[in-house]
């Protein structure tokens, strides 16, 4: 079975300086890894995922993760953030066999101006 | 193309009460998704159809919880009755096929129960 940690429940950052939400993942199988935004009211949207090549990939809007398996993990970065990132952001992993996708308590983004 | 749509956006309920939810998928997305999303926690998988067939429903509280999907498109989420413990948002997400790696989620239902 496979299993998430994300070991901050918040995490407030000044707008315009640069955050990273840890994730941490457990899995016996190779795994695909997600990154899920929920901005408040709404329902949760693709950030970015891995499934293969290189380990470190990269979102529409400047986040990007990367993927680290001899430490399990799969971090997100991003060098500058700004007001509109605030929202709860959920860290995600898929056994590469099924599609049951199991998700991480989530880390709330406060942007502080 | 049209998002995941849920109804009723909000609801409040007594316990024992029955509730019911639902959700229209995006045009031809074959797998259809129900999630469970306490408060503090990240969405928890309660039921997975494919077309109108059950793949997963283990984590289905099946003594008060039930889903369909009759005809392979909308589906319905009933609590009967409900209890304090299921105040949460209810999530429906959709994909093209099982072995996808993307799910489109709805905005959701907010349940509570008093």
């Known amino acids: 079975a496979q299993s998430v940690t994300q070991l901050d429940s918040q995490v407030p950052v000044f707008e315009e300086a640069p955050v990273e939400l840890r994730c941490n993942y457990s899995?016996?199988?190779?795994?695909?890894l997600f990154w899920y935004v929920q901005y408040p009211n709404q329902g949760l949207q693709l950030l970015l995922k891995?499934?293969?090549?290189?380990?470190l990939v990269e979102s529409i809007n400047g986040f990007e993760a990367e993927f680290n398996k001899s430490q399990t993990s799969f971090h997100l970065r991003k060098p500058s953030v700004h007001i509109s990132d605030t929202a709860e952001y959920f860290c995600a992993v898929r056994a590469q066999r099924d599609d049951k996708i199991i998700f991480g308590k989530g880390t709330r983004l406060h942007i502080l101006p | 193309e049209a998002g995941v749509a849920q109804s009723p956006r909000y609801k409040i309920i007594e316990k024992r009460q029955s509730v019911a939810f639902w959700c229209n998928p995006i045009s031809g997305h074959a797998t259809l998704y129900w999630y469970q999303q306490i408060l503090g926690q990240g969405p928890k998988l309660l039921i997975q159809f494919q077309n109108n067939g059950v793949v997963d429903d283990s984590q289905l509280p099946k003594d008060r919880f039930s889903a369909e999907r009759l005809k392979g498109v909308d589906s319905t989420l009933k609590i009967q009755p409900a209890k304090l413990e299921d105040s949460a948002v209810y999530l429906c997400a959709s994909s093209l096929r099982v072995v996808s790696n993307e799910q489109f989620f709805g905005p959701g239902t907010r349940l509570t129960v008093l």
């Open positions: 891995y499934l293969s090549g290189s380990t």
């Open positions: 899995s016996s199988v190779s795994v695909y």
